[in-house]
């Protein structure tokens, strides 16, 4: 057995076949053990806050080289369950394994840099790792923010700040990826690059690459598996076929199914992908928050 | 003609530089993490040391900085509770502190005793011991600074990213407060528990303008604090005025002409 972290914590077994009246057809099986080959695996993770459910029995495995994208309405724990795969917060019941050989770069959700703090972009990818300046020159130019070397981080706009964070997070050698809302406060054709970049980055590194998408309406398309979130896994499937579950449509509403748009890899004319990248829909019932 | 200044002077003027070095790199670590109102509390809660000090009869320095670093514990195990904001923690406890530590003294010592000494500090009454005490003390902090200097650093830029990255927020967090509190503990002999975190605070304040990386902010505010504790003393040693809040009032002088500056350049 390959050492790393498992950690299994159980206040009350009797949690543990907990069933949320899905009717997607895609059921908790809670029976199935921690995938050991994954890069990270959860089974059965709960979290209450105040009171509520947070993280209602969620299962959910990272295999090296797949893109697993996290969607859901505000509030249902997407963040939350990426924290705890993370493991910057702890589960209150649950199975988590994350190997040692599990090497993990983080790209948080805000990163609005205090201007009290002043710090250029060469700095902060030298801070908590040897990395060399060729090396950190060499990253940035991989990720196509070579000409904010010497910049202070708060002059950063929304999109050069998210491919600074994915140059520290690649600086750490990861073979998985984790990036909380990557395009939050990027315009429409920057959210089409980093997409872009981010599927580059799995071909070239071989990563594998929890994504949280701040929009419901789009997503990746070369996401191998979308889950849909809401406290509980609502559904989850291929990117072109995940608007299709009833699940889908109860949750984010009849228009929500017409509304999923699938960003198109920038050289993939692959034919089997339904959705054609387009604004937002305006009649979404979750319009992105101002 | 040169003349050799008064022992006492020397003294002070030791004693100003070295907490000057000490204290920068904090002060800029108080100004990112948005502490200025922790160490103000701390402060305050030094005044309980010295009434603790007179009622034990025990020497003052060592009895401020208990008190000192208790106030910091009790902080410490607030910030692990969601029941209460930290602010209204601090509000509470550091008016508690003065009032307590102001009704403790007047108790203990009659009303005679002289409050504005710690208050306000005075740092020419500053005494071998306590340059001792700042040195031997100031080199301590100054090396488990630099030893915190980068988890402290990465914590300020982004809390989650740290702790996913390996970093201990609540330990870092917890020997940073407890480093405050001793410096805090000890600069109060110089410029009293009123103005102290100023000693901190002013000099970051000047130097972020004119900084490009965080070390470099931590020299320049270092660079602040001793011009600040030169031109404070020469303006006290010409005026007859306090020493502590003179060499606040340089210290802001230089921040205020720093904050115009760079302000005037970049608008």
């Not at chain 1, 947070?54 to 509030?75: K, S, W």
């Not at chain 1, 910057?88 to 703090?117: H, K, N, S």
């Not at chain 1, 801070?127 to 202070?152: F, K, P």
Request: some cysteine; hydrophobic content about 50%; aromatic content about 4%.
């Amino acid at each position: 057995m390959p050492e790393g972290l498992e950690t299994s914590l159980s206040k009350s077994a009797g949690h543990n076949h907990h069933h949320h009246g899905d009717d997607c057809g895609c059921g908790h099986t809670h029976a199935l053990p921690l995938d050991r080959s994954a890069l990270v695996s959860a089974r059965s993770l709960w979290l209450t806050r105040s009171g509520r459910d947070v993280i209602a029995g969620v299962d959910l495995d990272v295999r090296p080289g797949e893109i697993v994208t996290l969607i859901g309405p505000n509030g249902a724990g997407k963040t939350t369950l990426v924290k705890l795969m993370l493991g910057i917060e702890w589960p209150d019941r649950g199975q988590l394994w994350r190997p040692d050989t599990t090497r993990i770069g983080y790209v948080p959700q805000r990163f609005d840099v205090d201007r009290a703090i002043p710090m250029t972009v060469a700095r902060f990818l030298s801070l908590g790792h040897d990395a060399t300046s060729s090396e950190i020159a060499a990253t940035l130019a991989e990720v196509g923010a070579e000409r904010t070397i010497h910049q202070q981080l708060s002059q950063l706009s929304g999109g050069e700040t998210q491919r600074v964070l994915i140059a520290r997070a690649l600086l750490r050698k990861p073979n998985l990826l984790v990036l909380d809302e990557p395009a939050r406060g990027v315009d429409y054709v920057g959210e089409a690059d980093l997409y872009d970049l981010i599927g580059r980055l799995r071909d070239s590194r071989r990563l594998g690459v929890l994504l949280i998408s701040h929009d419901l309406h789009v997503v990746m398309a070369k996401s191998d598996r979308v889950i849909c979130i809401n406290g509980h896994v609502c559904c989850s499937g291929k990117p072109e076929t995940v608007a299709q579950h009833a699940e889908y449509a109860r949750l984010f509403g009849p228009h929500a199914a017409q509304a999923l748009g699938v960003y198109l890899h920038h050289h993939d004319h692959s034919h089997d992908i339904t959705g054609v990248p387009h604004p937002v829909n305006a009649a979404a019932p979750d319009q992105r928050s101002p | 003609m040169f003349e050799w200044p008064e022992p006492f002077v020397v003294r002070a003027l030791l004693a100003g530089l070295g907490l000057a070095i000490v204290a920068a790199p904090l002060g800029c670590i108080v100004v990112w993490r948005r502490m200025a109102y922790v160490g103000e509390t701390l402060a305050q809660s030094s005044l309980l040391g010295v009434a603790l000090g007179l009622a034990l009869n025990i020497d003052l320095t060592l009895a401020v900085i208990f008190a000192a670093v208790a106030a910091a514990c009790v902080l410490i195990a607030f910030g692990q509770q969601k029941l209460l904001a930290l602010d209204s923690v601090l509000g509470l406890m550091h008016h508690a502190a003065l009032a307590l530590g102001i009704v403790a003294i007047a108790v203990l010592k009659g009303p005679s005793i002289d409050l504005m000494g710690y208050l306000f500090g005075d740092v020419f009454a500053v005494t071998s011991g306590d340059l001792i005490w700042i040195y031997c003390g100031g080199a301590l902090v100054l090396g488990a600074t630099i030893m915190l200097w980068r988890p402290l650093l990465r914590l300020s830029l982004h809390e989650d990213l740290a702790t996913a990255e390996g970093i201990n927020p609540r330990l870092s967090r917890a020997a940073f407060d407890i480093l405050l509190a001793v410096t805090i503990a000890v600069a109060m002999k110089i410029v009293g528990i009123l103005l102290v975190m100023a000693f901190l605070i002013v000099p970051a304040v000047a130097a972020r303008p004119v900084a490009s990386t965080p070390e470099r902010m931590a020299v320049i505010a270092a660079g602040v604090a001793s011009v600040g504790v030169i031109g404070g003393l020469l303006l006290s040693l010409h005026t007859d005025s306090p020493g502590g809040p003179s060499i606040v009032l340089a210290m802001c002088l230089i921040a205020i002409i720093s904050l115009l500056a760079t302000g005037r350049r970049s608008g």
